[in-house]
């Protein structure tokens, strides 16, 4: 529910803003919900524009040192890429089933490879 992001700030920087939405939602998230949630509170920026700055947001947060972000491809799709923390996985890596992710946020798409 909308109440749990009582921590939410317009004016926080877009990183911040990631971060919370991740941490309240507890669990791995898709760009796209991200940014739905964002404009919930946001209602003048479109979603698109939220998905624009939270990828490359992402990469950055991704490979600060000491960062707990990590992502996931599932089903070798980068169309299905899944953002949380690192302290959500099992020992062999796997997605604990408390943090696991939306399937209904998995996408059919899959990379084309073509060849002559």
């Not at 490979?63 to 707990?68: D, I, K, Q, V, Y």
């Amino acid at each position: 529910s909308i109440n749990q992001y009582f921590a939410y700030d317009n004016s926080h920087p877009i990183r911040k803003k990631i971060l919370d939405i991740i941490k309240n939602e507890k669990r791995f998230l898709h760009v796209r919900e991200i940014a739905n949630i964002a404009h919930q509170f946001e209602q003048n920026v479109p979603v698109k524009m939220f998905i624009k700055k939270i990828s490359p947001a992402l990469s950055v947060l991704k490979n600060l040192p000491e960062t707990s972000l990590i992502s996931i491809e599932v089903r070798n799709s980068h169309f299905n890429t899944f953002w949380g923390s690192r302290a959500w996985l099992n020992e062999e890596g796997e997605i604990k089933s408390e943090y696991m992710y939306n399937t209904n946020q998995l996408s059919n798409l899959n990379k084309v490879v073509y060849s002559i």
